[in-house]
C-alpha cells in the first residue's frame, strides 16, 4: 500500500485530496494545524482505517516515523482575505513548511507535489497565462506574502529536484471552486452564492471587468493525481480556461440561485489581477487532461452545499 502526507489535508482542496487518494487505496496522513482548514472536513473520513490526522503545524519540523511515498505539501491560506489577515503565517507556509516537507521527502525517499498558484503570475501582462511566462507580481503589496511565498517555494523545490535529485512535481493551480470552501473565506464563489441565498446585495468590487477562469474541484483533484503519477517535473497549469468577467459572474450566480440580490460596487482591492486564464497546452498534450464539469453543473453542487452549510 502506498502512502500520502497531504499538508493543510483538512483544507478545501485537501480534503478533497485526502478522499480521492484513499478511493485509489493509499494510506493517508493529513496534517493541518487548522487556521483556515477544519475538522469538519475530513470528518466523514475518520472511519477509514486508512486516514489519520496530525494537527501540527509545518512550519515546525516533521517527524513521522511510518514509511512515507508521497508527500504533497497543500498546507497555505489561499484566500486574498486569509493571507492578507495573515501573511506571516502565509510565508512561514510557503517557505518554511516548503523546506521541512521537502526534507522529509528526501529523508523518507518520497516523491514531492506542491501546490503552487496561478498567483505566481500576479497581475499579468499576457492572457492566457503559459507556464513559460515569468509574471508580473509585487513583491511588497498586500498580495506579496502569498505570491512571493509560492514563487519561493517553487524555486526550492527545483533546487531539490536539481541538487538532490528529488522526483517533484509542482501544479499551478488556477482559481478553483466546489462543496467544502468556507461561507465567509472572501473568495468570490462563496462570498456570490453566500449573499445570493441570503438576499443580500451581491458586492462586485471595481468596475467587475475583471476576469477569472473557474475550474470545479473533481476536475482539478483529477489533474493532480494525473501529475502525481507522471514524470513530469516543470511546472503544470491547472484550471478551467473559461474566462468570466465579475459582472457576468454576478449573473450567473443570480441566475443559479434564483436569487433578488442586486449589484452593490465595492472598491477594488490593490493589486487584484486584471485578468486570469489558465493555458493549459501542457495539461491537455502531456497528462490528457482537461475539465468536464461545466460551470453551471459545478456551480449547482456548490450551491446546494451552501443550502446546507448554516
Ligand atoms: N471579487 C468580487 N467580490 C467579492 C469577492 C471577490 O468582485 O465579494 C472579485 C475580486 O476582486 C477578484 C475576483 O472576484 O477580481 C476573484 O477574487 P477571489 O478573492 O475569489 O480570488 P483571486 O482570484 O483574486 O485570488
Not at 453566500?194 to 482539478?220: H, M, N, W
Not at 487584484?272 to 482537461?290: C, F, N, Q, S, Y
Request: glycine letters at 8%.
Amino acid at each position: 500500500m502506498k502512502a500520502a502526507l497531504v499538508t493543510g489535508g483538512a483544507g478545501f482542496l485537501g480534503s478533497h485530496l485526502c478522499e480521492f487518494l484513499l478511493g485509489k487505496g493509499f494510506r493517508v496522513i493529513c496534517m493541518d494545524n487548522l487556521i483556515t482548514g477544519s475538522k469538519k472536513n475530513i470528518e466523514h473520513l475518520n472511519k477509514n482505517g486508512n486516514f489519520s490526522f496530525i494537527n501540527q503545524d509545518i512550519s515546525k519540523f516533521i517527524k513521522i516515523e511510518e514509511k512515507i511515498d508521497y508527500v504533497l505539501h497543500f498546507a497555505s491560506p489561499a484566500s486574498p482575505i486569509d493571507y492578507q489577515k495573515i501573511p506571516i503565517q502565509t510565508l512561514k507556509a510557503g517557505s518554511l513548511g516548503t523546506h521541512n516537507t521537502l526534507g522529509l521527502a528526501l529523508a523518507k525517499k518520497a516523491k514531492y507535489f506542491l501546490a503552487s498558484t496561478s498567483e505566481v503570475y500576479g497581475d499579468p501582462e499576457v492572457n492566457p497565462q503559459p507556464e513559460s511566462y515569468w509574471g508580473n507580481v509585487n513583491p511588497v503589496g498586500p498580495r506579496g506574502c502569498y505570491d512571493e511565498a509560492k514563487r519561493f517555494a517553487e524555486a526550492l523545490v527545483m533546487a531539490y529536484h536539481r541538487i538532490h535529485k528529488l522526483d517533484t512535481k509542482i501544479v499551478r493551480i488556477f482559481n478553483t471552486y466546489g462543496p467544502r470552501m468556507r461561507k465567509n473565506d472572501g473568495r468570490v464563489v462563496p462570498a456570490f452564492i453566500s449573499q445570493a441565498l441570503e438576499g443580500k446585495p451581491i458586492t462586485v468590487f471595481g468596475d467587475g471587468k475583471q476576469t477569472r477562469s473557474f475550474c470545479y474541484v473533481s476536475d482539478l483533484i483529477d489533474g493532480i493525481y494525473r501529475l502525481m503519477m507522471s514524470d513530469i517535473n516543470d511546472p503544470v497549469n491547472l484550471g478551467n480556461p473559461d474566462e468570466y468577467d465579475m459582472l457576468q459572474f454576478a449573473d450567473i450566480i443570480i441566475k443559479l440561485t434564483g436569487s433578488k440580490s442586486k449589484i452593490t460596487f465595492r472598491p477594488l482591492p490593490t493589486d487584484d489581477p486584471h485578468v486570469r486564464r489558465p493555458g493549459i497546452t501542457k495539461a491537455r498534450k502531456e497528462l490528457g487532461w482537461e475539465p468536464k464539469v461545466s460551470l453551471e453543473d459545478g456551480l449547482r453542487k456548490t450551491i446546494e452545499f451552501f443550502k446546507g452549510d448554516k
